[in-house]
């Protein structure tokens, strides 16, 4: 791995170049992005677009075949241990001991995570308590819900107070009363600052809860940023849709196309759709169109759904093979 | 390496084990023929059939006592039909049966602490903790290695009870253990334990599940009774000096299996495999 790329220093993960083959299979493929403390990032794409190599690759579980990664300074391929000591994952599967209690699972998670033993036991009740386990922390995990095996999952992932944590698919396999608590959860944790990396191909999900996404496929970055930046990269400018009280006349239409920041227009029966160059262009062409007189019910700047950007995203990697 | 950890993965292996009937039953029923039914069944049948009645037998066993190397049967100069008998089967041809134990117990829980593992998908997250690949490793070494011996050692102890207790009609003093069972104990059965957990290990990386990990290892008893059968033979006897050696025989295939152990124990290619 090179190390002459530095890391920039508030990034908590700084990835450049990163590669893993498998034989002849490229599972990560030149991957880049940095991730900064307190955000919520999301790994988006389809199953076996790279996302959990990646995150075997950020906690050194596997050695990178190429490229830069550094995980809170550290180089997991060379110092993995140190570097899973400050992270907490929640693996796709809940990989909880099934035969043993609640307790036992945290408890032994929590030595092999190295917290002292004087305070093993109180840290283990506190996150029993705050994820809603106590009343069964007795109990072989083998009787538990699917939500409650997953809350247990997150309270081990949690156990150690990891300033990073790896969220794989936290809501997979869940209803959705369980989804929604875990969602909930995981607000909380961003609330409280926490750093976490969410790979997921639930887009609503990933909406609610990630600052930035990358967007990836067969082990590439397809599009890096805000969902709202790359819907703009992918859709430059601003879609406005205009409903009229009454249709507009000749002139009011002959003006909104004459508009300096217009780039598109689509007519509808009532409906008035422009592409304007900036949002910022929109409060004056609302004034203008009033002042000719249009008789407006409602305008709407038109915001896409990272669904949407997703699957734009996709279709034209897509189109770009064929 | 991190000792609190290697104890922890030992102690939460077994308590897994101990919630799987299919591991820890044959621990248990095993131990108690070996040490309990076999031994009472070879001093009491002497005692309660007369030596008239299966004077055929005995004159078998003689033959077989005749294949020993001559200084062994030095202990059975000046014993009765029955004393003979009884020295024959408990401290002699039981002797490498006991070997059963460790072998059969470390392959046991070997095989559910590292197929087991992975066929319940709970290695990954083992994975993830800090712990290093040899303090995994470890801390699965003293899960099935340990046990193993400290049950054998138990089991030994009940035969020792069981044989002079049943036999204190016939001899009317303790006589066993003989000095070859020292050896067989404290240095054959801890090599042996560990065989059967390196065996394990390798095995475990070619089969999928806890039974066929058991099945496969299981054939490894077949080692125990080519001892069994050379003992019966006069081809190998199981004294003083054969059990040391055959104990450092069995340890230095122990370190080499180990050693390509420690090379296959490894997150790259443990991942691989879930």
């Keep these: 791995m090179g190390a002459t790329v530095d890391a920039p220093q508030d990034s908590v993960i700084d990835v450049s170049n990163l590669h893993r083959t498998f034989g002849a299979i490229r599972a990560v493929d030149g991957l880049t992005f940095d991730i900064r403390p307190g955000e919520v990032f999301g790994l988006l794409g389809p199953n076996g677009a790279g996302k959990t190599t990646t995150v075997r690759l950020l906690n050194g579980i596997l050695p990178p075949s190429g490229g830069f990664v550094r995980v809170l300074g550290m180089d997991p391929a060379q110092q993995g241990g140190q570097v899973r000591r400050k992270t907490g994952v929640l693996t796709e599967n809940p990989t909880l001991y099934e035969r043993l209690s609640a307790r036992q699972n945290l408890t032994f998670y929590g030595t092999l995570s190295e917290i002292p033993e004087a305070r093993l036991g109180g840290r283990v009740e506190e996150m029993l308590g705050f994820f809603g386990l106590d009343?069964?922390?007795?109990?072989?995990?083998e009787t538990y819900s699917k939500g409650m095996k997953q809350r247990l999952a997150l309270a081990r992932a949690?156990?150690?107070?990891?300033?990073?944590?790896?969220l794989d698919e936290p809501t997979s396999g869940l209803d959705p009363e369980a989804a929604q608590q875990v969602n909930a959860l995981i607000e909380f944790l961003s609330h409280k600052g926490q750093t976490i990396v969410l790979c997921t191909h639930n887009l609503t999900e990933a909406e609610r809860l990630c600052d930035r996404v990358a967007v990836m496929n067969a082990g590439r970055c397809l599009?890096?940023?805000?969902?709202?930046?790359?819907?703009?990269?992918?859709?430059?400018g601003t879609w406005l849709d205009v409903v009229f009280w009454q249709a507009p006349s000749p002139a009011q239409l002959e003006l909104a196309r004459n508009f300096p920041a217009v780039e598109q227009v689509d007519l509808g029966p009532e409906l008035l759709s422009v592409r304007l160059q900036s949002k910022e262009a929109i409060p004056?062409?609302?004034?203008?169109?009033?002042?000719?007189?249009?008789s407006i019910l409602s305008v709407n700047p038109r915001s896409h759904s990272l669904e949407e950007v997703y699957f734009a995203i996709q279709n034209n990697r897509q189109d770009g093979e064929a | 390496m991190n000792w609190r950890s290697i104890r922890a993965i030992a102690v939460k292996d077994l308590r897994e084990v101990r919630q799987n009937k299919a591991a820890w039953v044959p621990a248990v029923v095993i131990p108690l023929v070996f040490a309990v039914a076999m031994p009472l069944a070879f001093t009491l049948l002497p005692q309660l059939i007369p030596a008239e009645q299966v004077a055929g037998e005995l004159g078998e066993m003689q033959e077989l006592v005749a294949r020993l190397p001559a200084a062994v049967q030095q202990v059975f100069v000046d014993k009765g039909l029955e004393q003979g008998f009884v020295i024959y089967t408990t401290a002699f041809l039981l002797a490498?049966?006991?070997?059963?134990?460790?072998?059969?117990?470390?392959?046991i829980v070997g095989a559910d602490s590292f197929v087991g593992e992975r066929e319940r998908k709970t290695m990954e997250a083992l994975l993830y903790t800090p712990c290093s690949d040899r303090t995994l490793f470890a801390g699965k070494i003293v899960a099935s290695v340990v046990p193993a011996i400290l049950l054998s050692w138990v089991s030994y102890t009940i035969y020792i009870v069981v044989v002079n207790a049943a036999s204190w009609p016939l001899f009317g003093r303790i006589w066993f253990p003989l000095a070859a069972w020292w050896p067989l104990m404290f240095w054959l059965t801890p090599a042996i334990s560990l065989l059967g957990m390196s065996a394990t290990v390798l095995i475990s990386s070619r089969v999928r599940t806890f039974m066929e990990a058991y099945q496969l290892t299981g054939s490894l008893v077949v080692l125990v009774l080519l001892l069994v059968v050379g003992q019966?033979?006069?081809?190998?006897?199981?004294?003083?000096f054969s059990t040391f050696a055959l104990g450092t025989l069995v340890w230095a295939v122990d370190a080499a299996l180990i050693y390509v152990g420690v090379g296959t124990f490894q997150r790259t290619h443990l991942i691989a495999k879930i």
């Design chain 1, 284 to 294: 004056t062409f609302v004034r203008q169109l009033v002042e000719a007189g249009a």
């Design chain 1, 223 to 236: 599009a890096l940023g805000n969902p709202a930046d790359i819907s703009r990269r992918l859709w430059p």
């Design chain 1, 135 to 141: 009343g069964r922390a007795g109990d072989r995990v």
């Design chain 2, 232 to 240: 019966l033979s006069g081809v190998l006897y199981l004294g003083v």
């Design chain 2, 96 to 107: 490498p049966m006991f070997l059963i134990l460790p072998l059969m117990f470390s392959s």
């Design chain 1, 158 to 166: 949690l156990l150690h107070q990891p300033p990073l944590l790896f």
